[in-house]
């Protein structure tokens, strides 16, 4: 009788454990299935949505980076599912902004966006991928500006724009990328589309183009950017728009301006003042310097800063916000073009610009975002050993509109599978923020507790161990449907068996 006794307690312990784990489980799968039918209006047909949700599944739960075959085999998708998914990214039935577009308002409804002054915050950066297919468009010769060892200095690869949006809460923030376009290599594939109108923009004018198309959809933002980005054209891109405003970085060899002083004769009045090394005002000033404790990168710092307006700007000289800042003995200087903002708020903006490089690592590691095989026959072969502009004069020599018409699917593939990716990370992400009790309390056991936010990989892991319970306890979503009319047949995977 003990022995009964002691079954029954150990039944009745499994089955709450059960049963707590399908009530925990069911609100996450729950949010997973309407967040992705928000997306089904993006798409103009029935098949195409449920290859874009076997997709999505797919880049979000497996467990190798082998492209499409990975998805594949992860999801037990029948064979035919391979071309099925190679055709579903040269589809003219969708079309990456309107993807974008519906990823920014499902971002914006969330109770997580985090803001300053009541503005979305905004972060921008290029990022490299090696790619040596010499059939591959938007292939070109890449400089490494990383300073790191394991890096070479010159690459053949793609470069993407990425652009995230800032969500969060005080104990974990994400920058959730809302897309990742190709910013390089592409020069001759624009001018086919854009025909006559036709103009080379360079990276920084993409970068910040991208980023005012968000604001459109989102109100008013403020930028995060990388040093790289303080240019003259990124000034020029800004003017005569009230959506955006950038903070950046600028170099310690920076060169400013006062402003002019008034002219009472005639003539032009003068744009400039009197010049001077911004660097300098570390010295000249160092007796006017503020200090205050800032939590930075989670952690308390002591700060000194002293903030001017200056005109900068070859051509331009519009006046900017500086602020000169010194933390653990490193000097910087921050840079606003909005003259409202507080130095505090600067620096502390600057500080979230990180999380964008986080978000690039976890989209190569994690879902694999970059790990695309798109080519066509109808591009010519590049030479790695020639110029950018050689190998733009090659593939200018491609006159057919058919052939044309190929290379152009093949970026849109690209960019495709790039943009998916992007919306699979950003799941995860959230998936953190939103479930993390259920996730770290409740389902996997942890000898260490580092975070009481799980990263993108344990919930990833998480997600692929657990993904029977999908099958076995929610057959009425409409996602489990989708993946169930693609996968192999019980006979077949009877006999595989």
């Given amino acids: 009788m003990l022995k009964n006794r002691g079954n029954a307690s150990t039944e009745s312990y499994t089955d709450s454990i059960h049963e707590n784990r399908r009530k925990g489980y069911k609100k996450m799968w729950n949010w997973i299935n309407e967040t992705l039918l928000k997306f089904k209006h993006c798409f103009w047909n029935k098949q195409t949505f449920v290859w874009f949700v076997i997709l999505i599944i797919g880049l979000m739960t497996r467990s190798e980076q082998l492209g499409i075959t990975s998805i594949v085999r992860e999801l037990s998708l029948n064979p035919t599912a391979y071309n099925a998914l190679l055709h579903f990214f040269r589809a003219e039935s969708w079309y990456i902004e309107t993807v974008k577009r519906a990823w920014i308002h499902i971002l914006k409804a969330l109770p997580y966006i985090m803001k300053e002054a009541g503005r979305y915050i905004l972060t921008g950066d290029g990022v490299k ?4 297919g010499r059939k591959m468009p938007g292939v070109a010769k890449q400089h490494q500006e990383s300073e790191n060892s394991s890096k070479g200095e ?3 690869g793609h470069l993407f724009g990425g652009l995230g949006l800032l969500v969060g809460n005080a104990a974990k923030q994400y920058s959730v990328l809302i897309s990742a376009k190709l910013h390089d290599g592409i020069e001759m594939i624009e001018k086919w589309e854009q025909g006559e109108d036709y103009e080379k923009e360079s990276h920084v ?10 604001a459109e959809e989102l109100g008013s933002s403020i930028l995060l950017l990388d040093r790289l980005y303080l240019t003259k054209y990124m000034l020029q891109t800004l003017q005569g728009q009230e959506l955006i405003h950038v903070v950046t970085k600028a170099k310690l060899n920076a060169k400013a301006y006062y402003d002019p002083k008034p002219k009472t004769g005639k003539g032009p009045k003068p744009k400039k003042g009197e010049s001077l090394k911004v660097a300098d005002l570390f010295t000249s000033k160092a007796s006017e310097f503020i200090s205050v404790t800032m939590n930075l990168y989670q952690k308390d710092k002591a700060v000194k800063y002293y903030c001017v307006d200056l005109r900068w700007g070859s051509g331009i000289y519009q006046k900017l916000r500086f602020v000169l800042t010194v933390v653990d003995g490193v ?5 606003s073009t909005d003259l409202t903002l507080t130095p505090v708020q600067i620096i502390r903006l600057y ?7 986080c978000s690039f690592r976890e989209l190569k590691q994690v879902v694999a975002g970059f790990a695309y095989h798109f080519w066509s026959k109808a591009m010519p072969k590049l030479n790695r050993y020639k110029s950018n502009d050689d190998n733009q004069a090659i593939v200018e020599k491609v006159t057919d509109p058919h052939q044309q018409a190929l290379i152009t699917s093949t970026v849109n593939a690209i960019e495709g599978f790039v943009q998916f990716s992007c919306i699979a990370l950003g799941l995860l992400q959230l998936i953190g923020l939103m479930f993390s009790d259920e996730i770290n309390s409740k389902f996997r056991f942890m000898r260490t507790t580092s975070n009481s936010i799980p990263s993108e990989a344990t919930i990833a892991d998480f997600l692929r161990k657990n993904f029977y319970m999908l099958f076995r306890f929610f057959p009425h979503l409409a996602i489990t449907a989708i993946i169930n009319s693609r996968q192999l047949s019980p006979d077949v995977l009877q006999k595989a068996v």
């Fill in 129 to 132: 991928q090696s790619k040596e």
């Fill in 154 to 156: 010159y690459i053949f």
């Fill in 205 to 214: 004018v993409k970068m910040v183009k991208d980023a005012i198309s968000a």
């Fill in 331 to 335: 000097k910087s200087i921050l840079v």
């Fill in 351 to 357: 500080c979230y610009r990180f999380k964008i490089e």
